[in-house]
């Protein structure tokens, strides 16, 4: 695709992945349901979603661990891997949620053996295994069997394996998970980098704060279904005129005022033992609180607005999909 920039000068955008109507079933499961969506050569874009999202599954079929099924088709560079996904396993370097690093093989062995599966040179797989382990600072660790290292650096490890080919891609399957703030930030800072150099990145999380810091686009997935695609800005501004209210109540609240209360707002209480709700309409939703509440015999004891933040834009956009499915099964 090329577009004329503001300035008129000519300005190429490549599209690194494009995916199209991806399916897979386990079962009557259907874990990953018609998902499709592009990536820019130089992006770094995150499927964020909950637990049992689809966004694995979404990542072995694209990366050929599993068939594709009916009308799914994907394009790296342009070219068309559907019938053929091992021909382009050169252009992904891969970390995925299960290592497959041998545990019973030292670092050295493992980027050796990695190296060999692509048909490096010997001498090139030592110079290009020397310079990660210094960049990743794992250098000292050569020799030490890989199931000795602690959760971090044998995630490092992992990112030294994915990038030893040198691919233009990264797809990253939680790189982050269960590691200490240190090495998160770490691991944060080396994928920044490695998007400076002009990689191009596909990364799952559930960390909200991880995909709003270093993404440049939201895929939010949910029951296998791609329910949003935004930058992190965009998705915020559109949720901007929402508000987050909290509120306590004074005393203990009988079950029928509860009743009463919650035609007007959902409720749910929180760990403080604030109600919290959210509101398009902040003076209206409040208002009509106060009211019910003083014609109720309701005393509220204190009041909070807060912006909304992009974690509560998720929990938004998942509850919104689960109230449209009830909708839908009504
Ligand atoms: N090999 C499999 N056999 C049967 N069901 C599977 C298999 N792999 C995944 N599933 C199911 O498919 C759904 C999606 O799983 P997937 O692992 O893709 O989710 P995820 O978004 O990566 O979750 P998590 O955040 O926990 O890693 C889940 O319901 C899961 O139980
Ligand atoms: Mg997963």
Redesign the pocket.
């Known amino acids: 695709m090329i577009e004329i920039s503001q300035n008129q000068n000519l300005i190429t955008e490549l599209v690194a992945i494009k995916v199209i109507n991806l399916i897979k079933r386990?079962?009557s499961?259907v874990?990953?349901n018609d998902v499709s969506f592009e990536i820019n050569q130089g992006e770094i874009v995150g499927i964020l979603?909950?637990?049992?999202?689809?966004?694995?599954?979404?990542i072995r079929l694209l990366t050929g661990v599993f068939q594709l099924e009916n009308n799914a088709k994907i394009e790296i560079f342009g070219d068309d891997i559907t019938h053929n996904p091992t021909k382009y396993k050169k252009n992904f370097g891969i970390v995925p949620?299960i290592s497959n690093a041998f545990s019973d093989y030292s670092v050295w062995q493992n980027l050796m053996f990695s190296g060999g599966i692509y048909g490096i040179s010997k001498d090139e797989i030592e110079k290009r295994s020397k310079k990660l382990l210094t960049q990743f600072n794992l250098i000292d660790k050569m020799y030490f069997k890989t199931k000795t290292l602690s959760k971090g650096l044998k995630q490092r490890l992992n990112l030294c394996l994915a990038l030893l080919h040198d691919p233009p891609i990264l797809i990253l399957?939680?790189p982050t998970s269960g590691l200490d703030p240190i090495s998160v930030n770490l691991m944060r800072n080396r994928i920044l980098k490695l998007k400076e150099e002009g990689k191009t990145i596909l990364i799952?999380t559930?960390d909200m704060r991880e995909a709003q810091n270093m993404c440049d686009r939201i895929l939010i997935?949910n029951k296998?279904k791609i329910i949003a695609d935004e930058s992190p800005d965009t998705l915020r501004e559109q949720f901007k005129s929402t508000s987050t209210i909290l509120f306590k109540i004074d005393g203990v609240i009988s079950s029928e005022q509860e009743r009463i209360l919650s035609k007007i707002v959902k409720l749910v209480k929180d760990k403080n033992g604030y109600y919290v709700f959210s509101s398009t309409n902040a003076l209206r939703d409040i208002s009509n609180l106060f009211q019910t509440s003083k014609e109720n015999d309701i005393k509220i004891s204190d009041l909070k607005i807060k912006e909304t933040s992009l974690e509560e834009v998720f929990i938004h956009l998942i509850k919104d999909d689960l109230t449209s499915e009830e909708g839908m099964a009504k």
Not at 49 to 58: D, L, V, W, Y
């Open positions: 386990f079962g499961l874990a990953v979603g909950p637990n049992g999202a689809g966004k694995t599954t979404t949620e399957d939680e799952t559930h997935m296998g």
